[in-house]
C-alpha cells in the first residue's frame, strides 16, 4: 500500500507565491488595458478636434465669400487622415455648404461646439468664425 505523503512547506509557499504574484499580475494587466483604452479615446477626441478647428479657420474665406468648391477643396485634404471619415460645413442657417465623406458613411446634423467619444466614432462640431456671436459655419 502507497502512502502519499503531505507536500513540503517550501513547495506550499512557493506554489502560493506563484498564485498571489500571477493574481497581481493580472490585475495589473487589466489596470493598465483599461487605462489604455481611456487614454486613446480622449487622444482621439483631441486628434479630431484639433483637425476641425484647424479646417475651420482654412474655410473661412470660403464660407465669407461663398465658394463651395474651394470649401471642399479644403476638406478633401483631409482624406490624408484615416481617422476622419466625414467632415461637413454647414452655413449659419443649416444648410450644408461643403462636404467631404469616405464611402458608406452617412451625415449628421451640426450642433453648437462640442467634442465626443461616442462608439463607434468620434464627433467634433466647430463654429468656423464669429463676428459679434453670430456663428456664420459650421464644420463637423
Not at 478647428?53 to 485634404?77: E, G, M
Not at 443649416?94 to 465626443?116: D, K, M, N, W
Request: proline share 5%; charged share 15%; with cysteine.
Amino acid at each position: 500500500m502507497r502512502r502519499s505523503h503531505p507536500r513540503s512547506i517550501s513547495w506550499r509557499l512557493t506554489w502560493m507565491n506563484m498564485l498571489v504574484s500571477g493574481f497581481a499580475l493580472l490585475i495589473a494587466g487589466a489596470a493598465f488595458a483599461a487605462y489604455d483604452v481611456a487614454t486613446f479615446r480622449d487622444e482621439l477626441v483631441r486628434n479630431v478636434s484639433t483637425q476641425a478647428q484647424i479646417v475651420a479657420s482654412n474655410s473661412v474665406s470660403s464660407v465669407l465669400f461663398n465658394d463651395p468648391k474651394t470649401a471642399q477643396q479644403t476638406l478633401a485634404a483631409l482624406e490624408a487622415s484615416p481617422d476622419i471619415v466625414l467632415a461637413q460645413i454647414y452655413t449659419n442657417e443649416g444648410q450644408l455648404f461643403a462636404s467631404y465623406s469616405r464611402t458608406g458613411v452617412e451625415s449628421i446634423s451640426p450642433g453648437g461646439s462640442s467634442s465626443r467619444a461616442r462608439p463607434p466614432a468620434s464627433y467634433a462640431f466647430r463654429p468656423i468664425f464669429r463676428i459679434c456671436t453670430t456663428v456664420c459655419g459650421t464644420m463637423r
